[in-house]
């Protein structure tokens, strides 16, 4: 245990020479309810804390002119949730987020924490992935956008370089026909972390026909998946019962997940069907109903 | 490693404090502040006895650091009464009997009093999935819910 | 003694509690909140083994950190006989005891206490936890009851002697206990229907929202001061004092406000570290364990394991009721393997019932009470079973308990014969409610459940002050977790007749008031509240006796009405009534303080019974149970508060609801628990539950002035088969393991569903 530089910089670049410069773990902080439980139980032990919520990019949702989004990294679930658009126009992502926690977790918790957590069962990142989000991450050799799939590697990794952190996510504008929706299941209805997750973002053509799709599943592998072969099995369809039955296969012959004190192997995979078919479900008719 | 001192406010006076990186605005408000009123049930985020409001957001100040609070505002239960004037909330957990040992009830009546100032007129499962987050282990909910409804129906003028 | 009235100004009132403006203003003190100036922080370095023995612990590099004012071992503990003493409704053993707060040999769970580090601030002490070494020999070890029992089984204490049996050879069985009631056998060759089933239950926790804390100071001259959260200031003071070789007069405990304990709070942990930690430092040292520590070292109560055959008539009489009950004690005997025993048919008047019980002793921290210990593992299966007899019967299965229910004069299996008892009331009301009859949805069922708690009396003291403007003081010695001093208060000021207001009730610490049994077993309102009904009558005969010293009259002459004297009859003379305020300011004239007293080890205690009705909705693909509706109906005697007596039996409810669904301890293959947080240590939240309806049936306590029966252990035991019940009912599949997690009640609707698929 040693103790702890903290800093609070109010740019981008100043984060990122702190970040690049620190002898010893650094690490950013952002709503702080992953890092602070890391922090008292001595799993992380860093020499510097960044806290990125100063930086006015980390800390902004705004609608773009195309209806694409740019969701600051450090942007806490209870401020997106008062948007006026952003949680009509993509309820599944804004769900996602929702289910992260109590109300005072919300009042913190963010989609860069969520992610750079790197947890396979964090809830909002089957439904970023599903709606094909992006991180801008900074770093020392500057700026690059990755899919969101890309940057959690193993449980607690991610593909983040030394001295980089995400600084927003993009977010396509929602098409004519799409929708999208998350669910998870958990013992309880409130303060679990996710047995199965999964997130559907799905376009219905005018016949009510699947044009495309894209599933996501958490906490049946080591890392978020998104899963071709499910999108594949209802793309073309109506989602009749013959192409859930397909969804919910492709969904658990992607499962590998673990018996753990959360769930068994074989009920996550059973789930992981159940609960891709309900999504599937609830994405078209949203889709529908625009 | 030198302290951090910090510049907040907190029940509306201003206050200055020092503190580690490691300690936690709870550790703060209790063992710097002598302000034991918000409780630790887990350190961890999942009780909710640790309940305040910074800068008007309802959070656990066991997962705000310290030396984030430099600069803002924050709400603990000792300030909800106006002077001895209870505030609704408290006088109806106290009359229905929302309480029995009562160290969940004051993240309760923060998280409690979020809730209303931002929905005047929640339904029941409203209520019960805005404090889900507060642990109490006595009541089973049950007077804590009803407590928190007739608040709401005596703030909107409703007779109950 | 009860019937003496009906008519009540206060009793049965919903007053405002005496805390109440502390505890909704944050003013209250609970067990962390206190701080001496000077004072240092305590921290437990803790076993991450279940089973090893220890070879030894260096503690060199601790004490040289700088900060660091002392660290302690067992080494500075005496050992201890064997002895027992009384700890809740269970029995402890002196040199377990000082084995549990600092293992000495062996470390027996993951957890246990191995040093204690002082040191001027937490991080310091956290620190130097890190410099401690264990050189630990890691040896094999057992968790589950059953393979606990097994030959060949790790063994955590040769020379474990079992009690109530012979053993040959080392074993983990500490006990083995009977009841026998009539012929079994007799009564199954009658029978014409015999059911046979297992069931097991999960080792789960009190759940207290508050943790464990103390400050204990020692002072040159020996004496010392704690102030802790616990459910007794007494067994504080006498197991420190034990503990630590002190005399009692020497230690003063005063009981902080105490947030929750359900029976959790019976026993010491931190109290005995803190006080030889500050003789060793010459500081105050203050110790509260983490949420973490909680789980992994406080008690939980015991998993268990049962075997039971019950056998009746076609036309619904049940004959013979036989058990096998396995509970675990943690790493030391003491499970509440007797109680479960009492309580597993105790609602039933059956003839002939034979129930046997052990109890075993496995790698998991020691048990401590959890509310009615033991009754909800074994009414788990015996409320299962009949529930499963009367499908096979054909009968309702409320018809069934009441065809079969215990009534005055039936014989219970564990010794007693009842008195005036309201079980049948209960099942009766039940069987009224509207929700009984209420229709079901689609994947939705109802259960019902009994249960039964005998609740205890014991030894109380109080003292009823009149102060010299005509208020009152009431003090008393059992901490408060629920609202008890408000049921105190109401008694108090029924009995003196004056306004609850002018009624304060305290808790004293040990040196203030005499001896109290701790807070447990629901006798606070009726034990407590006997001594101090008795004390303010003691308080109301001294002041009929300066009333009569004022009209210089016999003071037979003298009686007390509506909070005045006033002459027995028109034969005593024409004087006006005297108020209480009025005999208080002449008090010193008259011969002083007032002050009524009472101590005693009260006898008497009324059983009480409860019937719950519990409603479900199974989601068939996931296993999700989620409760639509809940009754409790519960015979309470009388309800003093009602207010507190309703929210005994939600909470208690809603505790066997987090019983029945989520809550377990888990434990990886190494015998380390693996949930030790409220995140994966599932207890209900709020969003789970509908409102907990309660009816409260009042059948008098005829042992109580006012009626009382306890009321906060019954509701947590029909819970768990009312939920199996239900859900059996909603899916025809019977879970006779506990929790019915979603993965496991899938598996079961699973395995249910393939038959029916392969015909
Ligand atoms: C009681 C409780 C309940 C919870 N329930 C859920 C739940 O239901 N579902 C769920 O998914 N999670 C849950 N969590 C976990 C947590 O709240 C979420 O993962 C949350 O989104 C984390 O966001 P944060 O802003 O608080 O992250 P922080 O704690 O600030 O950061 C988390 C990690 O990511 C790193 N990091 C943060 N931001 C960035 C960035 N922009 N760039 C690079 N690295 C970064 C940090 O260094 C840290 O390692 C729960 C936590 C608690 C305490
Ligand atoms: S102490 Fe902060 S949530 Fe429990
Ligand atoms: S009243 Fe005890 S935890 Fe809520």
New binding site residues.
């Given amino acids: 245990m040693q103790s702890v530089q903290f800093e609070a910089p109010g740019t981008v670049e100043q984060a990122v020479a702190l970040l690049a410069g620190a002898t010893g773990d650094a690490?950013?902080?952002?709503?702080?309810?992953?890092?602070?439980?890391?922090l008292r139980s001595h799993m992380?032990d860093?020499a510097l804390?960044v806290d990125?919520k100063h930086i006015e990019e980390?800390r902004t949702l705004v609608r773009n002119a195309d209806g694409s989004y740019t969701i600051g990294?450090?942007v806490?679930?209870a401020e997106a949730h008062e948007h006026d658009r952003f949680a009509a126009e993509w309820p599944g992502v804004m769900e996602?987020?929702d289910?992260?926690?109590?109300t005072?977790?919300q009042g913190?918790?963010?989609?860069?924490?969520?992610?750079?957590?790197?947890?396979p069962?964090?809830?909002?990142?089957p439904a970023m992935i599903a709606a094909g989000m992006t991180a801008n991450?900074a770093g020392p050799g500057g700026r690059r956008t990755v899919p969101v799939e890309d940057i959690p590697v193993a449980p607690?990794r991610?593909s983040?370089a030394n001295g980089?952190?995400?600084?927003s996510f993009n977010l396509p504008a929602r098409p004519a026909g799409g929708g999208d929706a998350y669910l998870?299941l958990?013992p309880r209805t409130?303060?679990?972390?996710?047995v199965v997750?999964c997130g559907v973002a799905l376009v219905l053509d005018a016949g009510g026909i699947v044009t495309s799709a894209r599933v996501s599943l958490?906490a049946v592998a080591p890392t978020v998946l998104l899963v071709e072969d499910a999108a594949r099995a209802i793309v073309g369809t109506r989602l009749d019962d013959d192409a859930l039955a397909a969804l919910d296969a492709a969904c658990q012959a992607a499962c590998s997940p673990i018996n753990d004190k959360r769930g068994t192997i074989v009920y996550r995979t059973q789930v992981a069907g159940v609960l891709a078919r309900r999504a599937a479900r609830i994405a078209a008719e949203r889709a529908g109903s625009r | 490693m030198a302290k951090h001192h910090v510049t907040t406010t907190i029940n509306g006076e201003p206050v200055e404090f020092l503190c580690s990186t490691r300690q936690t605005l709870l550790d703060v408000l209790r063992d710097e502040l002598n302000l034991t009123g918000s409780k630790e049930g887990c350190a961890?985020?999942?009780c909710g006895a640790c309940s305040v409001m910074l800068d008007g957001r309802l959070v656990?100040s066991c997962?705000v650091l310290g030396a984030e609070a430099e600069g803002k505002s924050v709400e603990t239960i000792e300030g909800m009464a106006e002077g001895d004037r209870l505030h609704p909330l408290q006088q109806n957990f106290l009359e229905d009997a929302a309480l029995q040992c009562g160290i969940c009830t004051p993240g309760f009546l923060v998280a409690a009093k979020a809730l209303l100032e931002r929905n005047p007129d929640p339904t029941e499962t409203e209520v019960r999935y805005w404090l889900a987050?507060n642990l109490c282990r006595c009541t089973g909910y049950d007077k804590i819910i009803r407590a928190v409804m007739r608040t709401a129906a005596e703030v909107r003028g409703e007779a109950s | 003694m009860t019937g003496e009235k009906t008519e009540f100004k206060w009793v049965g009132t919903r007053a405002i509690r005496p805390d109440g403006h502390d505890k909704v203003t944050g003013r209250a003190k609970f067990g962390s909140d206190f701080a001496l100036p000077g004072m240092l922080q305590g921290r437990v370095l803790r076993s991450p083994h279940a089973h090893a023995r220890i070879r030894s612990i260096d503690t060199s590099a601790a004490e040289a950190l700088p900060g660091v004012k002392g660290v302690i071992t067992s080494a500075d503990f005496a050992d201890q006989p064997a002895e027992l003493a009384a700890a809740g409704e269970a029995l402890v053993n002196y040199r377990d005891m000082v084995r549990n707060v600092m293992a000495r040999e062996k470390v027996l769970y993951d957890g246990h206490a191995v040093a204690a580090v002082a040191a001027t601030s937490a991080e310091i002490a956290e620190a130097a936890l890190e410099l401690i070494s264990v050189d630990y020999e890691v040896l094999d070890h057992v968790i589950d009851v059953d393979l606990a029992m097994e030959p060949g089984a790790p063994i955590l204490d040769e020379e474990l002697e079992p009690a109530g049996m012979e053993a040959s050879g080392p074993t983990n069985i500490a006990k083995r206990v009977d009841f026998d009631l009539g012929d079994v056998e007799e009564g199954f060759a009658k029978a014409e229907v015999v059911l046979e089933r297992s069931y097991t239950t999960a080792a789960v926790h009190q759940g207290y929202i508050e943790p464990h804390a103390a400050v204990a100071s020692v002072s040159e001259d020996g004496q010392a001061q704690i102030w802790c959260c616990t459910q007794g200031q007494f067994m504080v003071r006498a197991y420190t004092a034990r503990l630590c070789g002190m005399e009692t007069s020497q230690i003063r405990v005063t009981p902080s406000e105490i947030g929750g304990g359900f029976g959790g709070k019976t026993v010491v942990y931190l109290e005995p570290l803190a006080t030889a930690l500050s003789r060793k430092t010459g500081r105050p040292v203050k110790m509260i364990m983490s949420r973490e520590e909680v789980f992994r070292a406080s008690g939980p109560t015991s998993a268990g394991s049962m075997t039971y055959r019950i056998g009746a008539t076609r036309n619904g009489v049940i004959t013979a009721f036989e058990g096998t009950i396995r509970l675990e004690a943690g790493a030391f005997p003491g499970s509440p393997v007797q109680p479960a025993c009492m309580c597993a048919v105790a609602p039933y008047d059956i003839k002939n019932v034979r129930l046997t019980g052990y109890d075993v002793v496995v790698n998991r921290p020691k048990v401590a009470a959890y509310r009615a210990p033991g009754a909800p593992i074994s009414a788990f299966g015996a409320e299962s079973i009949i529930d499963e007899l009367a499908k096979e019967l054909g009968f309702d299965p409320l018809q069934l308990r009441l065809k079969n229910a215990a009534k005055q004069g039936t014989k219970a299996a564990y010794g007693p014969t009842f008195r005036r008892i309201g079980y049948e009331e209960t099942v009766e009301q039940a069987i009224a409610s509207e929700h009984y009859s209420a229709p079901l949805g689609p994947n939705q069922g109802r259960g019902v459940a009994s249960g039964f708690w005998f609740n205890i009396g014991g030894e109380s003291a109080a003292t009823v002050n009149i102060n010299e403007d005509g208020t009152a003081v009431v003090v008393s010695g059992n901490p408060d977790i629920g609202g008890s001093r408000a049921s105190l208060a109401l008694m108090a000021a029924e009995e003196l007749g004056i306004d609850y207001t002018k009624v304060r009730p305290i808790i004293g610490d040990t040196s203030s008031v005499g001896y109290n049994f701790l807070t447990g077993g629901s006798r606070v309102t009726f034990a407590t509240g006997l001594a101090v009904v008795e004390a303010a009558r003691d308080a109301v005969r001294q002041m009929c006796e300066r009333a009569a010293k004022i009209w210089e009259v016999e003071s037979d002459g003298v009686i007390w009405r509506d909070g005045h004297a006033v002459p027995a009859s028109s034969n005593v003379g024409d004087f006006e009534p005297l108020s209480l305020a009025d005999i208080a300011a002449q008090s010193p004239k008259t011969g002083g303080p007032i002050c009524g007293h009472n101590a005693q080890n009260v006898q008497g205690a009324g059983p009480g019974f409860a019937t719950h009705i519990c409603d479900v909705e199974v989601d068939p693909e996931t296993g999700r149970v989620t409760i639509l509706r809940y009754t409790a109906v519960q015979d309470v005697g009388r309800a003093i508060h009602p207010s507190y007596v309703e929210g005994q039996i939600q909470g208690g409810a809603v505790q066997g609801i987090g019983w029945a669904l989520n809550e377990e301890y888990i434990y990886n293959e190494r015998g380390q628990l693996e949930n030790p947080g409220?995140?994966d240590y599932r207890i209900p939240v709020a969003s789970d539950l509908p409102m907990i309806e309660t009816v409260v049936v009042e059948v008098p306590n005829d042992r109580h002035p006012y009626g009382v029966r306890g009321v906060g252990e019954v509701p947590i035991v029909p819970p768990m088969a009312a939920v199996a019940n239900a859900i059996e009912n909603a899916t025809g599949v019977r879970m006779e393991h506990l929790p019915m997690s979603p993965p496991r009640l899938l598996a079961a609707l699973d395995a249910a569903r393939l038959p029916e698929a392969a015909e």
């Fill in positions: 690490r950013v902080l952002a709503g702080g309810t992953d890092l602070l439980v890391q992380v860093p804390v990125i980390t990294s450090a806490a679930g996602s987020w289910l992260i926690g109590s005072q977790i913190r918790a963010s989609l860069g924490g969520n992610l750079c957590n790197a947890s069962a964090a809830d909002s990142v991450i607690g991610t983040l980089e952190f995400v600084v998870r958990i409130e303060m679990d972390i996710a997750g958490g | 961890s985020g999942d656990c997962l987050g | 409220f995140l």
